[in-house]
């Protein structure tokens, strides 16, 4: 039982490229969720997902898309990368108890 | 909609002395609270939690957090740190809805020898 794991763990891109980050949960949740963590902001709601299929924007979507085709999946995408998107991401999943998290590892991305 | 208010960005602690990382929060539900800890370069933990029943709750390495519904605070405390307890510490707080958790900006706890 992994719990939530995130692919890759560090990535370094130049402005305008673009990548997607993975987050897989093996605890059959419905719930997942994308968060970015800079210094002194605490962590911000990129977007969320209620289940397959669904997606909905959080606090901080602009730049970003997701995409929810497989349960355990939760893929997060920047098309155009910008240095401002420079942060650690952090996904997590939740079962039936919204308010209880299951948080990933983390993704370091740097954006030259 | 609700917010966390962590007053503390930084607390410098010597080792074995009492520390509390203050947390209020606004809402207009009743809410679920909590405390997640990262240390260095790691991903968030749980550290305790408050859902119902007795205001006061523990973790299970010396930390405790006591619920005040009157002054709509989390407060943090721990008796006696240790050099292992250097982390950041980010208070959190549900109010239902499928958007989960609203985080506070977080404390950085210095632990001094």
């Known amino acids: 039982n992994a719990g939530v794991t995130q692919t890759p763990k560090f990535r370094v891109l130049k402005t305008g490229q673009s990548m997607t980050l993975l987050c897989a949960q093996d605890?059959?949740?419905?719930?997942m969720y994308w968060y970015r963590q800079d210094p002194g902001m605490g962590l911000r709601l990129i977007h969320y997902?209620?289940?397959?299929?669904?997606?909905a924007k959080g606090e901080v979507p602009d730049g970003y898309n997701v995409s929810r085709l497989k349960k355990q999946n939760f893929l997060l995408g920047l098309e155009s990368a910008a240095p401002s998107q420079t942060s650690v991401y952090f996904c997590?999943?939740?079962?039936?108890?919204?308010?209880?998290?299951?948080f990933g590892p983390g993704t370091r991305l740097t954006v030259t | 909609a609700q917010s966390v208010t962590q007053l503390d960005s930084q607390v410098p602690v010597f080792e074995e002395a009492p520390v509390e990382l203050r947390c209020n929060y606004s809402?207009?539900?009743?809410?679920?609270l909590f405390w997640y800890v990262q240390y260095p370069n790691q991903g968030l933990q749980l550290l305790l939690k408050?859902?119902?029943?007795?205001?006061l709750v523990e973790s299970i390495n010396g930390f405790e957090a006591e619920f005040n519904k009157s002054q709509t605070s989390f407060h943090l405390r721990k008796p006696s740190v240790h050099i292992s307890d250097t982390a950041e510490y980010f208070c959190?707080?549900?109010?239902?809805?499928?958007?989960?958790?609203?985080f506070g900006k977080g404390t950085h706890l210095i632990i001094q020898p």
């Open positions: 809402s207009s539900v009743s809410v679920y």
């Open positions: 605890m059959n949740h419905e719930y």
């Open positions: 997902s209620v289940g397959e299929g669904t997606t």
């Open positions: 408050y859902l119902s029943g007795s205001t």
């Open positions: 997590a999943s939740s079962g039936l108890f919204l308010a209880e998290q299951y």
């Open positions: 959190a707080v549900y109010g239902g809805g499928a958007d989960g958790l609203t």
